[in-house]
C-alpha cells in the first residue's frame, strides 16, 4: 500500500473517530441515551487507537500492546468493582491519568531535543504544564474524596506561596522553550508543576470537590488538545478540546450553581468554614420514629425527596425507589429533587437514581422543581444538607450567602433521615434542622428506608 493510501486511511479513519467522539458526547446530554453515547465516543476511541498503529515509521509495537492491554485490564477489573459511591474518586483518578498521560507526552517530546520551532515548543511546554497540574491535582482529589485525606491544610501566606511557585514554573518554562538544553530545567519545569497542582488543591474543601473535579476534567481536555498540535494528531486535537470545552462548561454551571466564582472556590477557605460565622442557629432537632413518617408519607398528597450524599455512603438508593413505588401505589405524587451539586460530583445522585432503575420523568432539577416545595405535604432529605440550607438565602454573614438552594423549608413537612446532629461537608449548621416543620429520623439512610416501607406496606 503506497503512503498515499495509508496517510488517507489514517486521516479518514481520525476524521470519523471525532465524528464518533461528538456524537457520543451529545447523546451523553441526556439520561435516556447516555449509555448509548459512552458505548459510540469508546467505538470513536477504540478507531483512533487502532489506527494509530498504522503510522508510518512507528515502533515499539510491543510495549503499546503490554500498556493498552494492562490499562485495559485494570480499567475494567476495577470499573465493575467501584462501589456507586466510589464513583467521584475513580472519575479524579482517572481524570487525572488523563493529565498525567499529556504530560508525559510533552515530556519524551522535550527531552527528546528536537527542534521543532518556537510554537512547537509553546505548545508542548503549555501541554505538560496543565497535564502534570491535573495530574497531581486530580491525585489529592482522589485521596480527600477515598478519605486517604480528609482535612485541607491551610496557613498564612499560602497563596503567595503558590504565586512562587507558578512563576517559578512559569520562569522554567520560559527557559525550557527558548534554551532548552540547559542544565535540567526540563525536569525543575515538571517538579514544579506538579507540585503546584497538590500545593493548589490541598486547601480546597470537600464542599467544593464537584467544581474541582469538573475543573481538572476541563484542564486534561486542553492538555490532550495541545499535545495533539504537537503530535499532528487530529483526533487528540478534537478529543481534547471537546473534552475542555465540556468541562469549561461543566465548571462554570458548578460554580453557578454554588453562586462562587471559580477564583473563590479555588483562593478561599470555604470548606473550613463552621457556623460560628454566620447567625447563630437558635431551637433544637425534633426527633421522629419511622412509624409516624410512614403514616404521613403514605396519605400524603404530594411527596418530594431530596437525595444528598448521605444516600449514597448509605446505597439506600434501591430501598428510596422501593419506598417511592409504594407512595405511587397509594396514589401519591411523588417526586425527586435533584440539586445540582448534590454528592461529590456532577451527576451524582442521577448515577445513583439511574442504577436504582427510577425513572427519568419522575426526577427534576432545581429549576423545574423549587417551585412546588410549597404545595408539597413531605419533603424527604436523605443525606443531603448544604444544598438544603435556608441560610444561603436569610444570612449574608454565612459563606454560602446567595447559593441557589431547594425550597425544602417551604413544604408543609420536612423529615430528614439523618444519621446524627453533624454539621454538612462545608461545616455550616443546617437551619433547616431546626424548623417547627421539621423532624429528624436518626439512622443509616438504608436502615431507616427500610423501616418506611415496613411502616407503609403495614397500613
Known sequence: MSMFNMTLIIDASYFLAAVLFIYGLKRMGSPMTARGGIVWAGAGMMLATVVTFLFPGMSNYLLMIIAIGLGGIIAWVSGKKVAMTDMPQMIALYNGMGGGAAAAIAAVELYSGKDHGLTFGILAVLGGFIGAVSFSGSLVAFAKLQGFKNTTLRFRGQQ?????????TLIMAVIV???PDIGNTISIFFILALILGITMTV????ADMPVVISLYNAFTGLAVAFEGFVQQNPAMIIAGTVVGAAGSLLTQLMAKAMNRSLANVLFSGFGETTSEEGTEVSGSMKPIDATDVGVMMAFANKVLIVPGYGMAVAQAQHKVWELTQLLIDRDVDVKFAIHPVAGRMPGH????????GVPYDIIYDENEINSEFESADVALIIGANDVVNPVARTDPSSPIYGMPILNADYAKN???IKRGQGAGFSGIENALF???QTRMLYGDGQEMASELIQAVKSL
Open 160 to 168: 503567595i506561596v503558590n504565586l512562587i511557585i507558578l512563576l517559578s
Open 177 to 179: 522553550i527558548t534554551q
Open 203 to 206: 486547601p480546597i474543601g470537600g
Open 349 to 356: 445522585m442521577n448515577v445513583l437514581l439511574a442504577e436504582a
Open 414 to 416: 420536612v423529615i430528614v
Open 434 to 436: 431546626f424548623l417547627d
